[in-house]
């Protein structure tokens, strides 16, 4: 395909707009990733951690991106997981989002006080500074693009919900030290190699997940938080299995496998190459199509709204879901909300049966329980035993 017309050719031009022929952020995903990168001179390093490798850089690993990207469209998808072996990038896509976040309001000050917290809990609920500026008038929130928020595996229960700094003044919401899942808010929270977290954590993480919120006290103090984030996880399965509760909780699950194709390997190596040698240039030859895309996401939550779900569309879902056995309703969710995101992606208002069949594989896959299967099939013979023996008993 034309990959030169999209060769970085000098400084970006904010007039220029999405190059021609690019619809939607699908295209733009298939156009730039199959792009060449000019070879670099060696000896040009900058700080890697500064410089996030650039999403749209990613070789291959389309179902992988696209519901990334879905899951930043659409919150109530419910997150993502990525399942797959070692090496096969998944971190390195989650970091990468860092660049195409859209802007959310949020906290301006330290403790996470917003305005709503004056309607739960009153004035007190605010720190005295935020009380102060609440009695002027002043906005105590601001809009900042959302934040990943990474939860290290050896994270403490306290450092997870937060805890009391005895030297702090007597005000409880400052003694009450914010705790990660509140700094989590209106945030991506990610976990990498979620299924070797802590069962603790994971009962503390699922609480707040379900309530958009949670409490923390401590003897007299007590300090409530938001927390409604969007989860992000990697798990490889060949260190161990997931919870189904936590499993349950995420909603599109994205296959990373290995790159088979050999032509994408060596791309794939020839960009990790470039960005050892230089992030900052790889990173700056994807500026002007990062911004594109960021803008096309922050418009696709704008349209979002507007998005309908037809009938007939809904009914092919619910047949899918049916014929696959799966219980947890958290499938019409994420099925449904995933193909809005989609039609929204795509500059769309309706939903049409080839969101729903793009999408259905990432919503619908590792939901269907073996065991609950076995569990039923068993019940059912035992419910029928039952029931005989209650009308010959009856009978007789
Ligand atoms: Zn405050």
């Known amino acids: ?21 690019i619809r939607s952020i699908r295209d733009l995903i298939d156009r730039v990733t199959g792009r060449t990168l000019i070879d670099y001179e060696e000896g040009d390093a900058g700080l890697a951690e500064q410089w996030p490798f650039p999403f749209l850089a990613l070789v291959g690993q389309k179902e992988m991106k696209l519901g990334l990207i879905l899951a930043l469209i659409k919150p109530n998808v419910g997150g993502a997981l990525l399942v797959g072996p070692r090496g096969t990038g998944k971190t390195t896509a989650v970091r990468s989002l860092i660049d195409l976040m859209p802007s959310v309001e949020v906290s301006n000050c330290y403790y996470g006080c917003v305005e709503d917290d004056v309607e739960i809990g009153g004035v007190e609920a605010l720190c005295p500074n935020c009380a102060e500026k609440f009695a002027k008038g002043e906005k105590l929130t601001s809009l900042k693009p959302v934040r990943l928020v990474e939860l290290p595996l050896n994270a403490e229960l306290e450092d997870v919900l937060g805890q009391v700094d005895e030297r702090a003044a007597l005000h409880s919401r400052i003694r009450v030290k914010r705790g990660i899942l509140s700094i989590a808010d209106k945030n ?3 976990i990498d190699e979620v299924n070797l977290l802590r069962d603790e954590v994971v ?3 699922l609480d707040a997940a379900a309530q958009g919120g949670y409490t923390v006290r401590r003897g007299q103090f007590s300090a409530t938080y938001r927390s409604k984030f969007t989860l992000i996880g990697t798990m490889n399965p060949e260190e161990g299995a997931l919870r189904p509760q936590i499993m349950d909780r995420f909603g599109l699950r994205l296959l990373v496998k290995g790159l088979d194709d050999i032509e994408e390997r060596k791309r794939a ?7 050892l040698i230089s992030p900052k240039r790889v990173v700056d030859s994807y500026a002007e199509e990062t911004l594109i895309a960021r803008e096309e996401i922050t418009s696709a939550r704008s349209l979002l709204p507007e998005v309908q779900l037809p009938e007939s569309v809904a009914n092919l879902g619910l047949e899918l879901i049916k014929k696959f056995n799966i219980a947890s309703l958290r499938a019409e969710i994420t099925l449904f909300e995933a193909a809005r995101a989609l039609a929204a992606a795509d500059n769309r208002r309706e939903v049409n049966s080839e969101d729903l069949a793009v999408v259905a594989p990432m919503a619908l896959r590792l939901r ?8 039923f099939d068993e019940q059912a013979d035992e419910e029928e035993n039952i029931q005989a023996v209650i009308k010959k ?4």
């Open 269 to 275: 190596y020839e960009r990790a190459r470039s960005y």
């Open 203 to 205: 009962d503390s993480i």
């Open 1 to 21: 395909m034309a990959n030169e017309e999209l060769e970085p050719t000098g400084a970006p031009s904010a007039s220029e707009g999405i190059p021609s022929g």
């Open 393 to 396: 008993i009856m009978k007789g």
């Open 188 to 190: 991506l929270l990610y």
């Open 368 to 375: 269907g329980s073996a065991f609950m299967q076995t569990y």
